[in-house]
Protein backbone atom coordinates (compact mmCIF):
# COMPACT_ATOMS: atom_id res chain seq x y z
CA UNK A 1 0.00 0.00 0.00
CA UNK A 2 1.36 3.57 -0.78
CA UNK A 3 1.96 5.53 2.12
CA UNK A 4 3.19 9.01 2.81
CA UNK A 5 6.09 7.81 4.04
CA UNK A 6 8.22 8.76 0.83
CA UNK A 7 7.49 12.52 1.44
CA UNK A 8 7.99 12.70 4.77
CA UNK A 9 11.18 11.17 5.14
CA UNK A 10 12.86 13.55 3.06
CA UNK A 11 10.93 16.40 4.29
CA UNK A 12 13.06 19.20 6.09
CA UNK A 13 11.07 19.19 9.16
CA UNK A 14 11.79 15.29 10.01
CA UNK A 15 15.08 14.87 8.52
CA UNK A 16 17.55 13.29 10.46
CA UNK A 17 14.48 11.11 12.42
CA UNK A 18 15.21 7.26 12.75
CA UNK A 19 13.13 5.22 10.03
CA UNK A 20 11.08 3.48 12.74
CA UNK A 21 9.91 7.22 14.27
CA UNK A 22 9.19 8.47 10.56
CA UNK A 23 6.84 5.23 10.98
CA UNK A 24 5.10 6.26 14.12
CA UNK A 25 4.52 9.44 12.17
CA UNK A 26 3.18 8.03 8.99
CA UNK A 27 0.48 6.29 11.21
CA UNK A 28 -0.97 9.76 12.26
CA UNK A 29 -0.29 11.50 8.64
CA UNK A 30 -3.17 12.14 5.74
CA UNK A 31 -3.35 14.37 3.06
CA UNK A 32 -5.85 17.12 2.57
CA UNK A 33 -6.66 20.04 0.42
CA UNK A 34 -8.28 22.95 1.52
CA UNK A 35 -9.79 25.39 -1.76
CA UNK A 36 -9.28 29.57 -1.46
CA UNK A 37 -11.33 31.08 1.00
CA UNK A 38 -11.65 28.33 2.99
CA UNK A 39 -10.97 28.62 7.31
CA UNK A 40 -9.01 25.62 8.33
CA UNK A 41 -9.38 26.50 12.39
CA UNK A 42 -10.35 29.55 13.98
CA UNK A 43 -9.16 30.79 17.54
CA UNK A 44 -10.11 29.56 20.54
CA UNK A 45 -11.19 25.75 18.61
CA UNK A 46 -9.68 22.41 20.02
CA UNK A 47 -6.12 21.78 18.06
CA UNK A 48 -5.33 18.61 17.13
CA UNK A 49 -3.57 18.52 14.14
CA UNK A 50 -0.57 20.15 12.60
CA UNK A 51 0.05 20.24 9.14
CA UNK A 52 2.92 20.22 6.34
CA UNK A 53 2.06 22.21 3.71
CA UNK A 54 2.85 20.99 0.42
CA UNK A 55 1.99 23.51 -2.41
CA UNK A 56 -0.54 26.86 -1.95
CA UNK A 57 -0.78 29.63 0.56
CA UNK A 58 -2.32 30.01 3.98
CA UNK A 59 -2.89 33.21 6.19
CA UNK A 60 -2.70 33.41 9.92
CA UNK A 61 -5.07 35.93 10.96
CA UNK A 62 -6.18 37.77 14.08
CA UNK A 63 -9.67 39.68 14.47
CA UNK A 64 -9.13 42.50 15.83
CA UNK A 65 -13.30 44.53 17.02
CA UNK A 66 -13.03 47.71 14.75
CA UNK A 67 -9.68 47.02 12.61
CA UNK A 68 -11.43 43.33 11.26
CA UNK A 69 -9.33 40.07 10.24
CA UNK A 70 -5.45 41.27 10.39
CA UNK A 71 -3.24 39.25 8.71
CA UNK A 72 -0.11 38.56 10.69
CA UNK A 73 2.15 35.80 8.82
CA UNK A 74 1.46 33.85 5.53
CA UNK A 75 2.66 30.41 5.09
CA UNK A 76 3.38 28.51 1.45
CA UNK A 77 5.04 25.40 0.79
CA UNK A 78 6.96 23.37 2.89
CA UNK A 79 6.41 25.44 6.14
CA UNK A 80 4.82 23.81 9.47
CA UNK A 81 1.12 25.14 10.27
CA UNK A 82 0.25 24.85 13.91
CA UNK A 83 2.36 24.34 17.25
CA UNK A 84 -1.19 24.57 19.47
CA UNK A 85 -1.68 20.65 19.54
CA UNK A 86 1.47 20.09 21.48
CA UNK A 87 0.89 22.72 24.27
CA UNK A 88 -1.81 22.70 26.66
CA UNK A 89 -4.52 23.45 27.17
CA UNK A 90 -4.29 22.39 22.83
CA UNK A 91 -5.87 25.73 21.76
CA UNK A 92 -5.70 27.74 18.59
CA UNK A 93 -4.57 31.01 19.49
CA UNK A 94 -5.16 32.76 15.71
CA UNK A 95 -7.60 31.71 12.85
CA UNK A 96 -5.93 30.13 9.82
CA UNK A 97 -7.63 30.27 6.15
CA UNK A 98 -6.69 29.55 2.97
CA UNK A 99 -5.41 31.76 0.56
CA UNK A 100 -5.32 29.77 -2.70
CA UNK A 101 -5.99 25.90 -3.20
CA UNK A 102 -3.73 24.19 -0.24
CA UNK A 103 -2.19 20.53 -0.26
CA UNK A 104 -1.36 19.51 2.91
CA UNK A 105 -0.05 16.63 5.34
CA UNK A 106 -2.32 16.59 8.06
CA UNK A 107 -0.22 15.07 11.69
CA UNK A 108 -3.30 14.07 14.20
CA UNK A 109 -2.13 15.59 17.18
CA UNK A 110 -3.86 13.65 19.51
CA UNK A 111 -2.45 10.46 17.86
CA UNK A 112 1.01 12.06 17.61
CA UNK A 113 0.54 13.34 21.98
CA UNK A 114 -0.35 9.83 22.46
CA UNK A 115 2.77 8.39 20.75
CA UNK A 116 5.34 10.79 21.82
CA UNK A 117 4.33 9.88 25.43
CA UNK A 118 5.07 5.80 24.76
CA UNK A 119 8.28 6.98 23.31
CA UNK A 120 9.89 9.64 24.74
CA UNK A 121 12.59 9.81 21.86
CA UNK A 122 10.35 10.68 19.54
CA UNK A 123 8.64 13.04 21.83
CA UNK A 124 12.22 14.64 22.32
CA UNK A 125 12.96 14.76 18.17
CA UNK A 126 9.58 16.62 17.60
CA UNK A 127 10.00 18.91 20.26
CA UNK A 128 13.76 19.83 19.07
CA UNK A 129 11.92 20.40 15.54
CA UNK A 130 9.28 22.55 17.16
CA UNK A 131 11.02 24.49 19.18
CA UNK A 132 13.66 25.56 16.44
CA UNK A 133 10.27 26.78 14.45
CA UNK A 134 8.75 28.49 17.63
CA UNK A 135 12.39 30.08 17.92
CA UNK A 136 12.47 31.58 14.28
CA UNK A 137 8.87 32.82 14.35
CA UNK A 138 9.56 34.57 17.68
CA UNK A 139 12.29 36.04 16.07
CA UNK A 140 10.51 36.89 12.62
CA UNK A 141 8.03 38.72 15.31
CA UNK A 142 10.62 40.69 16.76
CA UNK A 143 11.74 41.92 13.97
CA UNK A 144 8.11 42.71 12.86
CA UNK A 145 7.09 44.99 16.06
CA UNK A 146 10.45 47.22 15.38
CA UNK A 147 8.16 48.17 12.11
CA UNK A 148 11.76 49.04 10.84
CA UNK A 149 9.98 50.89 7.76
CA UNK A 150 8.22 53.69 9.99
CA UNK A 151 9.08 57.24 10.02
CA UNK A 152 12.20 56.65 11.85
CA UNK A 153 13.91 54.88 8.86
CA UNK B 1 28.69 53.22 -16.55
CA UNK B 2 25.80 53.31 -19.46
CA UNK B 3 26.87 53.35 -23.06
CA UNK B 4 26.11 56.92 -23.91
CA UNK B 5 25.64 56.82 -27.73
CA UNK B 6 27.67 59.58 -30.02
CA UNK B 7 24.79 62.04 -30.18
CA UNK B 8 26.89 65.00 -29.96
CA UNK B 9 25.81 65.88 -26.50
CA UNK B 10 27.65 66.91 -23.42
CA UNK B 11 27.21 64.32 -20.97
CA UNK B 12 27.08 65.45 -17.23
CA UNK B 13 28.90 63.38 -14.86
CA UNK B 14 30.72 64.19 -11.91
CA UNK B 15 31.40 67.61 -12.29
CA UNK B 16 34.62 69.49 -12.09
CA UNK B 17 33.44 71.97 -9.67
CA UNK B 18 31.32 69.08 -7.92
CA UNK B 19 30.56 72.01 -4.79
CA UNK B 20 28.23 74.13 -7.56
CA UNK B 21 24.68 72.48 -8.22
CA UNK B 22 23.38 72.68 -11.08
CA UNK B 23 19.82 73.77 -11.75
CA UNK B 24 17.61 70.83 -13.17
CA UNK B 25 13.77 71.54 -14.15
CA UNK B 26 11.11 69.31 -12.65
CA UNK B 27 9.17 67.56 -16.01
CA UNK B 28 7.15 65.79 -13.20
CA UNK B 29 6.24 64.99 -9.44
CA UNK B 30 4.79 61.59 -8.91
CA UNK B 31 3.07 60.70 -5.76
CA UNK B 32 4.40 56.74 -5.11
CA UNK B 33 2.39 56.97 -1.29
CA UNK B 34 1.16 58.96 1.31
CA UNK B 35 4.91 59.94 2.01
CA UNK B 36 6.98 58.38 -0.62
CA UNK B 37 7.04 60.76 -4.04
CA UNK B 38 9.49 60.99 -7.20
CA UNK B 39 10.67 63.48 -9.27
CA UNK B 40 11.73 63.49 -12.81
CA UNK B 41 14.27 66.10 -13.70
CA UNK B 42 15.57 67.59 -16.98
CA UNK B 43 19.00 68.41 -17.51
CA UNK B 44 20.07 72.12 -17.63
CA UNK B 45 20.26 72.46 -21.21
CA UNK B 46 18.96 70.20 -23.68
CA UNK B 47 22.02 69.33 -25.48
CA UNK B 48 23.18 67.95 -21.95
CA UNK B 49 22.81 64.18 -20.66
CA UNK B 50 23.65 63.01 -16.99
CA UNK B 51 24.89 59.29 -16.42
CA UNK B 52 25.42 57.67 -13.24
CA UNK B 53 25.81 53.83 -12.32
CA UNK B 54 23.49 52.26 -9.98
CA UNK B 55 23.97 52.89 -6.66
CA UNK B 56 25.01 56.13 -7.11
CA UNK B 57 23.28 59.17 -5.69
CA UNK B 58 22.99 63.21 -5.63
CA UNK B 59 22.88 65.69 -3.33
CA UNK B 60 19.42 67.82 -4.21
CA UNK B 61 19.14 71.53 -3.18
CA UNK B 62 15.91 72.95 -3.07
CA UNK B 63 16.64 76.48 -3.53
CA UNK B 64 16.48 78.28 0.25
CA UNK B 65 15.87 75.77 1.94
CA UNK B 66 18.51 73.22 1.97
CA UNK B 67 20.39 70.41 0.57
CA UNK B 68 19.97 66.46 0.99
CA UNK B 69 21.68 62.99 -0.54
CA UNK B 70 19.69 61.23 -2.49
CA UNK B 71 19.93 57.81 -4.34
CA UNK B 72 19.52 57.80 -8.15
CA UNK B 73 16.43 55.46 -8.59
CA UNK B 74 16.07 55.86 -12.77
CA UNK B 75 17.07 53.34 -15.44
CA UNK B 76 21.43 54.15 -16.27
CA UNK B 77 20.23 53.76 -19.82
CA UNK B 78 18.05 56.42 -20.00
CA UNK B 79 20.66 59.60 -19.79
CA UNK B 80 17.95 62.21 -20.28
CA UNK B 81 15.81 62.18 -17.38
CA UNK B 82 17.15 61.97 -13.50
CA UNK B 83 14.98 60.38 -11.62
CA UNK B 84 14.73 60.79 -7.28
CA UNK B 85 12.10 59.20 -5.50
CA UNK B 86 12.51 59.94 -1.60
CA UNK B 87 10.24 59.91 1.63
CA UNK B 88 9.10 63.63 2.91
CA UNK B 89 10.42 63.46 6.09
CA UNK B 90 12.48 66.36 7.13
CA UNK B 91 12.27 70.64 6.07
CA UNK B 92 14.22 69.96 2.74
CA UNK B 93 12.28 66.35 1.40
CA UNK B 94 8.64 68.13 2.50
CA UNK B 95 9.26 71.13 0.39
CA UNK B 96 10.59 69.25 -2.58
CA UNK B 97 7.40 67.60 -2.35
CA UNK B 98 5.64 70.70 -2.73
CA UNK B 99 7.89 71.58 -6.32
CA UNK B 100 6.00 71.45 -9.42
CA UNK B 101 6.33 71.07 -13.08
CA UNK B 102 8.93 73.72 -14.37
CA UNK B 103 10.60 74.39 -10.72
CA UNK B 104 14.08 73.95 -10.63
CA UNK B 105 16.47 72.06 -7.86
CA UNK B 106 19.86 72.26 -7.88
CA UNK B 107 21.89 69.30 -8.15
CA UNK B 108 25.37 68.09 -7.60
CA UNK B 109 26.58 64.38 -8.57
CA UNK B 110 26.65 62.01 -9.19
CA UNK B 111 28.78 60.95 -6.48
CA UNK B 112 29.70 57.89 -4.47
CA UNK B 113 30.49 53.76 -5.63
CA UNK B 114 28.30 51.98 -7.16
CA UNK B 115 26.42 48.35 -7.12
CA UNK B 116 28.44 45.28 -8.06
CA UNK B 117 26.65 44.79 -11.01
CA UNK B 118 29.64 43.86 -13.63
CA UNK B 119 30.70 42.07 -10.98
CA UNK B 120 27.78 40.03 -10.64
CA UNK B 121 27.90 38.79 -14.41
CA UNK B 122 27.62 35.02 -14.74
CA UNK B 123 26.13 34.65 -10.88
CA UNK B 124 23.05 34.14 -9.35
CA UNK B 125 21.84 38.01 -7.71
CA UNK B 126 19.66 38.09 -5.10
CA UNK B 127 18.21 41.70 -4.15
CA UNK B 128 16.54 42.06 -1.05
CA UNK B 129 15.11 45.69 -0.58
CA UNK B 130 13.02 46.71 2.69
CA UNK B 131 10.72 50.08 2.20
CA UNK B 132 12.71 52.86 0.43
CA UNK B 133 15.67 50.96 0.09
CA UNK B 134 13.87 50.35 -3.30
CA UNK B 135 14.50 53.38 -4.86
CA UNK B 136 18.43 52.66 -4.90
CA UNK B 137 18.38 49.23 -5.82
CA UNK B 138 16.25 50.09 -9.10
CA UNK B 139 18.78 50.92 -11.19
CA UNK B 140 20.27 47.52 -10.75
CA UNK B 141 16.82 46.00 -11.78
CA UNK B 142 17.18 47.87 -14.75
CA UNK B 143 20.32 47.39 -15.97
CA UNK B 144 20.35 43.66 -15.03
CA UNK B 145 17.25 42.89 -17.20
CA UNK B 146 18.41 44.80 -20.00
CA UNK B 147 21.12 42.58 -20.00
CA UNK B 148 19.60 39.64 -18.45
CA UNK B 149 21.36 36.59 -20.37
CA UNK B 150 24.31 36.91 -18.81
CA UNK B 151 23.49 36.68 -15.68
CA UNK B 152 22.08 33.14 -13.82
CA UNK B 153 18.83 33.25 -11.39
CA UNK B 154 17.83 36.69 -10.42
CA UNK B 155 15.82 37.23 -7.84
CA UNK B 156 14.15 39.94 -6.11
CA UNK B 157 13.20 39.85 -1.95
CA UNK B 158 10.49 43.12 -1.52
CA UNK B 159 9.61 43.87 1.92
CA UNK B 160 7.49 46.61 3.26
CA UNK B 161 5.29 48.04 5.92
CA UNK B 162 1.96 47.21 4.29
CA UNK B 163 0.51 46.89 0.91
CA UNK B 164 0.03 50.95 0.73
CA UNK B 165 3.70 51.14 1.24
CA UNK B 166 4.87 49.30 -1.98
CA UNK B 167 6.77 51.64 -4.39
CA UNK B 168 6.66 51.01 -8.02
CA UNK B 169 3.25 48.97 -8.03
CA UNK B 170 2.66 49.06 -11.79
CA UNK B 171 6.68 48.16 -12.69
CA UNK B 172 6.46 45.63 -9.58
CA UNK B 173 3.97 43.68 -11.12
CA UNK B 174 5.35 43.88 -14.54
CA UNK B 175 8.56 42.24 -13.14
CA UNK B 176 6.69 39.49 -11.29
CA UNK B 177 4.93 38.53 -15.00
CA UNK B 178 7.79 37.98 -16.06
CA UNK B 179 9.63 34.30 -16.14
CA UNK B 180 13.42 34.84 -16.03
CA UNK B 181 12.69 36.59 -12.57
CA UNK B 182 11.60 35.35 -9.15
CA UNK B 183 9.98 38.65 -7.36
CA UNK B 184 8.64 37.92 -3.85
CA UNK B 185 6.88 40.57 -2.16
CA UNK B 186 6.09 40.69 1.34
CA UNK B 187 4.19 43.12 4.08
CA UNK B 188 4.62 43.34 7.77
CA UNK B 189 0.93 43.77 7.94
CA UNK B 190 -2.23 43.34 5.78
CA UNK B 191 -5.81 43.01 5.91
CA UNK B 192 -7.62 39.95 5.31
CA UNK B 193 -7.95 40.03 1.48
CA UNK B 194 -4.11 40.84 1.07
CA UNK B 195 -3.35 37.31 -1.62
CA UNK B 196 0.52 38.28 -1.56
CA UNK B 197 3.10 37.64 1.56
CA UNK B 198 2.89 38.31 5.17
CA UNK B 199 6.30 38.57 7.04
CA UNK B 200 9.40 40.04 7.65
CA UNK B 201 11.61 40.34 4.47
CA UNK B 202 13.97 37.93 6.39
CA UNK B 203 11.63 35.02 6.20
CA UNK B 204 11.97 34.31 2.33
CA UNK B 205 15.22 33.97 2.35
CA UNK B 206 15.24 30.45 3.16
CA UNK B 207 12.80 29.71 0.67
CA UNK B 208 13.93 30.63 -2.47
CA UNK B 209 16.38 29.18 -4.88
CA UNK B 210 20.04 29.98 -5.48
CA UNK B 211 23.63 28.85 -5.79
CA UNK B 212 25.27 30.30 -2.61
CA UNK B 213 28.41 29.71 -4.01
CA UNK B 214 27.88 31.84 -7.25
CA UNK B 215 25.42 34.15 -5.98
CA UNK B 216 26.54 37.96 -5.06
CA UNK B 217 23.40 39.73 -2.85
CA UNK B 218 22.63 43.64 -2.84
CA UNK B 219 20.46 44.76 0.29
CA UNK B 220 19.42 48.39 1.00
CA UNK B 221 16.59 49.20 3.50
CA UNK B 222 16.51 50.48 7.07
CA UNK B 223 20.26 49.40 8.67
CA UNK B 224 18.03 46.88 11.34
CA UNK B 225 16.47 45.16 8.46
CA UNK B 226 20.13 44.68 6.90
CA UNK B 227 21.54 43.47 9.76
CA UNK B 228 18.97 40.55 9.69
CA UNK B 229 18.76 39.98 6.01
CA UNK B 230 23.15 39.66 6.27
CA UNK B 231 22.08 37.22 9.06
CA UNK B 232 19.90 35.09 6.96
CA UNK B 233 22.11 35.14 3.73
CA UNK B 234 24.93 34.08 5.88
CA UNK B 235 22.36 30.79 6.86
CA UNK B 236 22.28 30.27 2.92
CA UNK B 237 26.02 30.00 2.97
CA UNK B 238 26.98 33.52 1.51
CA UNK B 239 30.20 34.72 2.25
CA UNK B 240 30.55 38.26 3.73
CA UNK B 241 32.79 39.38 0.75
CA UNK B 242 29.73 38.23 -1.71
CA UNK B 243 26.68 40.28 0.21
CA UNK B 244 26.58 44.18 -0.81
CA UNK B 245 24.93 47.05 1.59
CA UNK B 246 23.74 50.50 0.55
CA UNK B 247 24.84 52.61 4.05
CA UNK B 248 23.49 56.19 4.80
CA UNK B 249 24.76 58.82 7.15
CA UNK B 250 24.54 62.50 7.01
CA UNK B 251 26.20 63.57 3.93
CA UNK B 252 26.89 67.05 3.20
CA UNK B 253 29.84 67.57 0.87
CA UNK B 254 29.50 64.11 -1.02
CA UNK B 255 32.71 64.56 -1.59
CA UNK B 256 34.71 63.11 1.26
CA UNK B 257 35.43 66.42 2.68
CA UNK B 258 33.38 67.46 5.35
CA UNK B 259 33.61 64.82 8.01
CA UNK B 260 29.74 64.68 8.27
CA UNK B 261 29.81 60.93 7.23
CA UNK B 262 32.39 60.01 8.47
CA UNK B 263 31.98 55.92 9.44
CA UNK B 264 35.46 54.80 11.30
CA UNK B 265 37.93 55.57 8.49
CA UNK B 266 35.89 55.87 5.76
CA UNK B 267 32.78 58.22 4.30
CA UNK B 268 30.29 57.27 3.18
CA UNK B 269 29.69 59.72 0.70
CA UNK B 270 33.38 58.88 -1.16
CA UNK B 271 34.21 55.15 0.16
CA UNK B 272 30.36 54.23 -0.06
CA UNK B 273 27.79 54.25 -0.09
CA UNK B 274 27.98 50.58 -1.50
CA UNK B 275 30.17 48.65 0.24
CA UNK B 276 30.62 44.77 0.36
CA UNK B 277 29.59 44.09 3.72
CA UNK B 278 33.56 42.18 4.73
CA UNK B 279 34.91 45.77 4.54
CA UNK B 280 32.10 47.03 6.78
CA UNK B 281 31.50 44.07 9.02
CA UNK B 282 33.05 45.36 11.96
CA UNK B 283 31.54 48.68 12.03
CA UNK B 284 27.97 47.64 11.35
CA UNK B 285 27.95 46.11 14.80
CA UNK B 286 28.82 48.79 16.37
CA UNK B 287 26.23 50.64 18.50
CA UNK B 288 25.64 54.35 17.75
CA UNK B 289 28.37 54.79 15.01
Known sequence: METLEPILRVHPFLEGLAPQ???????????????????????????????????????????AP???????????????????????????????????????????GKCLRKKCEEDHDLGYELLKRFAHIIEQRLEATRIQILDMYGERS | MANVPDTGLETMTASAEPMVPALFRIQRVRQETHDTFTVELEPPSRRKTFTFA????????????????????????????????????????????????????????????TWPVAEAVGNDVIIVAGGIGLAPLRPVIYRILAERERYGKIIFL??????????????????????????????????????????????LIPKVAFDPANTIAMVCGPEVMMRFTIQALQKRGLGLNDIYVSMERNMKCGIGFCGHCQYGPMFICKDGPVFSYDRIKDLFLIREL
Open chain 1, 21 to 63: HIQLIVGCASNVRFDAGQTIFHEGEEANQFYIVRHGKIALEIF
Open chain 1, 66 to 108: NRGSLIVETLGEGDILGWSWLIPPYEWHLDAKAIELTRAIALD
Open chain 2, 54 to 113: PGQFNMLYVLGVGEVPISISGNPADSHVLIHTMRAVGTVTKAMRTLKRGDFLGVRGPFGT
Open chain 2, 158 to 203: YGTRTPADILYRRELEQWRSRFDLDVQITVDRAQAGWRANVGVVTT
